[in-house]
């Protein structure tokens, strides 16, 4: 099931410009006051100490001049909220502060307490204030703050217009491109905490691809909500909508009248269905040859035949309907939070020798170290990729046990993959590319008079191992916590350093799975067994050691609650040594059916 949001901000640039000069401190609301007024001037010299011993109130306080006698509590509490005297008015030293945390927003589902005061958009800007862009000689609105659009103020009017409706407009130059790069830093932050496919939509908004995301936020509902109030902490205002398709989301979010809608799916062609045609994303012309036929709503296209539609409308109008009705899919292309070095070459002429592949790889491996030295990264993985004249393309990747940007081990990795590639015709261009890179910083060289003891760098011997016995990778054994004896062992990279091994005898191999042993002869409960069938041969049983009981991890598996197995080391009258056990401790059913395994083999 896809789920795709669209972020809209209607006022991006007028409120980009307003957080960008968002005064230090905020301005009082208009109206009247609510700070309390005092009935004469405020002694600020009370006296060496302004608490006399004793208790009581000190001199400065208003209820203790003039010998007036302070109010009761009752009498405070029958005042009005805005009337009632502050704790340092009534002579105390330090007011009580509300917790820190009550200041915060409401969380879902909760209400907050305390009301903000009332501060309109005049209190913060002082006058209407629109954007203009510049079109050859005429100049046009694109943004206007609230104040302005109550006085009549629309986008795409001419300015001139606006300022003769408008005395007192404050008119400042439109700035596109830090609207947009607003919005990709916003699509980037996306990429990091939200999803990890964000794009953005036009100049006023983000498409965001929530599958299989939300309930890591705890639902569409509350990720929603927490959107809308992290843009709101940055001064934005916006709304959202959650649909199926990106084009039902993107008309929601604009058209729908709603800060947050939610979308069940399957349901794109009736939400939209009264919402009007612009909110298809129609060209002009498109909407202009609508009006005329006397179409305003997405409804009215629904029963039209598909071909006059296109002749009438155009293709885009008939490919965004479907697209909003999910009958076209219509893809996101995310924004890269990382540009990948690469390095390119097109050939004058197509190649197809070893010798010539080998050269230009050459060329790219040195090309793509200087790129990778200008970053301070090492590569880890690289991608070759072979562009034939028939247009087909041959692949070839590496990959490096550490970071690296050694330009000859680099050759001698990719050159060991030539012979992987199919010339065909001949290869016209060729691309390298570092998908996977890690930071490579310079180190400090120790300079010995004598031997030194450091140990030689076996990355470069690892990465040609692996290129020789590819698919597989050479890889150590590392011990990880666990009782059961075949998850105490999981493979590591080569270059890991692996964990401390048990202090008890394990053998040198171990059986991936343990199997079952026949014709089993066995003295009950603690005895090794004399004689067995493995693999169809009979052994006999010279000398044993044992048991060894281990229990099954019961917060795993519940058939592990009451597991329990009996190891042995046994020696058989070959020589062999081998290291078994017994299903049960031989008492109790519920431990085991006594069964006996073949585990492990020493050397």
Known sequence: MIRVASLYLPQLPIERLRRLERPAKRPEPAGPSLAPRFAGPIDDNPGACSVPRGGGWRPGARWARDGAQHPSQSEIDALPAHQRPTMR????????????????????????TRSAPAVTWTTLWGQPTILIARTGQREVVTAACPVALELGLRPGMAAAHARALVTDLDVRDADPEADRAWLERLALHAVGHWTPTACWSGNDGLWLDLTGTTHLFGGEARFCRRLLRFLERLGFTASIAIAGTPGAAHALARYGGKAITLLPPGTETQAIADLPL??????????????RFGLERIADLYPMPRG???????LATVRRLDQARGLVAEPIVPVVPFEAPRAERRLLEPIGTAEAITQVIGDLVNDLVVLLQERGMGLRAAHLTCVIVDGTE??????????????????????????????????????????????????????????????????????????????DAPFRLSSHESDVPERAVRRVEALTKPVGWPGWKRPVRMLRRPELLSHVVA??????????????????????????????????????????????????TGGERFWLFRRGDGVDEQTGNLSWYMHGIFG
């Open 89 to 112: 008015e009534m002579g105390r030293r330090s007011e009580s502060a509300e917790h820190p945390f009550k200041a915060m927003p409401a969380d879902e589902g909760g209400t907050s």
């Open 394 to 471: 041959q692949h070839v990747a590496i990959g490096t046990a550490r970071a690296t940007r050694d330009a000859r081990h680099l050759k001698r990795m990719l050159g060991m993959r030539i012979e992987r590639i199919d010339p065909g015709l001949g290869i016209e261009a060729m691309m390298l590319v570092a998908p996977r890179v890690e930071q490579l910083w310079a180190q400090t060289l120790e300079a010995g008079l004598g031997t030194s003891d450091r140990p030689a760098d076996i990355a470069p011997l690892i990465d040609q191992l692996a290129g020789r016995i590819e698919p």
């Open 523 to 572: 003295l009950l409960p603690d005895h090794p067994p004399r004689r067995f069938t493995w693999r169809r041969t009979d052994y006999r049983v010279v000398a044993g050691d044992g048991p060894e009981r281990i229990h099954g991890e019961w917060w795993r598996n519940p058939q592990e609650m009451w597991a329990v197995r009996d190891y042995f080391r046994v020696e058989a």
């Open 278 to 291: 612009a909110a298809l994303r129609l060209e002009p012309e498109a909407l202009l040859s609508a009006a």
């Open 308 to 314: 006059p539609l296109a002749r009438r409308m155009g």
